[in-house]
């Protein structure tokens, strides 16, 4: 009896201490202290929420390093196809510019194919070397007019001819001649429609007029009022390389002879026609004893090297000399010559 007492001792104060708890459920009490059913289940939903969330972004963030590897290796493989098209170009470029200077040393006889001597007028001409398709022009520099000595004239009739029949603006036309003019004397007078410094300064360019000869003929394009169209269609008959003081016709282009005698472009045309016409009617030999020099301009293109390559080089072609041909310089990516509209459409008919 007294042990049954001391062992229900403490149920009988933990009910007298409930029953003084007014409200109080023993079984709402147990229950309280453990997580129901649902509580779990909702716990295992969230946490598993939790990890799906970290694998997507895992996943995404792998995707992006991927992507990342992907593009770089991609960069790197076309950077280094480019590198080798260009190193594969300038070796074709290379061996066009000896064969034309071993062209131009050679002496054709009587008997020699017409096709085989090339005549610097600068006609393009199909060259293949080791399966690349080559277009290779060649000039006689001396056929060029000097952008140093040529009048206001022969330039308002480069710059009308480059123009074309669509664009010309003959005001256009005669500032431009004689900003060019204004660029290369030494003093400060302005002509009619010129430009000198005061006109640069009022234009926001850095420079003024160059108040010297022309170094370049790409220094033609800092001439105040130049387009790169106009530049394009112009530069191909200018040179500052002619130290003989005049042009020579036998090559020369269409506009060359159109600006230096005054004529109209269907006129040079026709003579450039029967220019290079046989000697005779019944003979395919053409009039080639002397092909002038002795500077001659070689521009090489390919059209199938990553889109498109050029290259321009000016030969020094001295018989007898210390060696057979000089390469003066060479450039590399320059533009594609833009075509003349006017020159094509008297070509045409």
Do not use: C, K
């Amino acid at each position: 009896m007294g042990a049954d007492g001391a062992a229900q001792g403490p149920g009988r104060r933990l009910a007298a201490v409930l029953r003084h708890r007014p409200g109080t459920d023993i079984g709402a009490q147990v229950h309280a202290r453990a997580p129901s059913r649902r509580a779990r289940r909702r716990a295992r939903v969230h946490q598993r929420g939790i990890a799906l969330v970290l694998v997507l972004w895992i996943i995404a963030l792998l995707t992006i390093m991927a992507l990342g590897l992907t593009t770089t290796q991609r960069t790197e493989t076309a950077l280094t196809r480019n590198q080798i098209d260009a190193a594969r170009f300038r070796a074709h470029a290379q061996s066009a510019l000896a064969l034309t200077a071993l062209n131009l040393l050679s002496t054709p006889m009587e008997a020699t194919d017409p096709g085989a001597v090339w005549l610097p007028n600068g006609a393009p001409r199909a060259l293949s070397i080791d399966g690349v398709e080559l277009t290779v022009t060649l000039s006689n520099e001396a056929s060029r007019i000097d952008l140093n000595a040529a009048t206001q004239d022969q330039l308002a009739t480069l710059i009308e001819l480059a123009q074309g029949e669509q664009g010309f603006d003959a005001s256009r036309r005669d500032a431009l001649a004689d900003a060019i003019v204004d660029w290369r004397d030494e003093d400060n007078l302005t002509q009619l429609n010129g430009a000198e410094d005061d006109d640069y300064d009022a234009a926001g360019l850095p420079y003024g007029a160059g108040d010297g000869p022309f170094n370049s003929v790409e220094e033609l394009r800092q001439v105040l009022g130049m387009t790169r169209e106009l530049y394009q269609r112009m530069a191909q008959h200018l040179t500052v390389h002619n130290a003989t003081g005049r042009v020579e016709e036998r090559f020369a282009a269409p506009e060359v002879l159109a600006a230096i005698q005054g004529i109209a472009l269907e006129d040079a045309v026709d003579m450039v026609t029967r220019r290079d016409q046989p000697l005779f009617e019944d003979s395919q030999q053409t009039q080639f004893g002397d092909r002038g020099g002795p500077l001659y301009r070689v521009r090489v293109s390919s059209a199938n090297a990553g889109g498109g390559r050029h290259m321009e080089a000016l030969l020094l072609i001295e018989r007898g000399g210390p060696s057979s041909y000089e390469v003066l310089w060479r450039r590399f990516g320059l533009l594609a010559p833009a075509s003349d509209p006017t020159a094509a459409a008297a070509a045409g008919r």
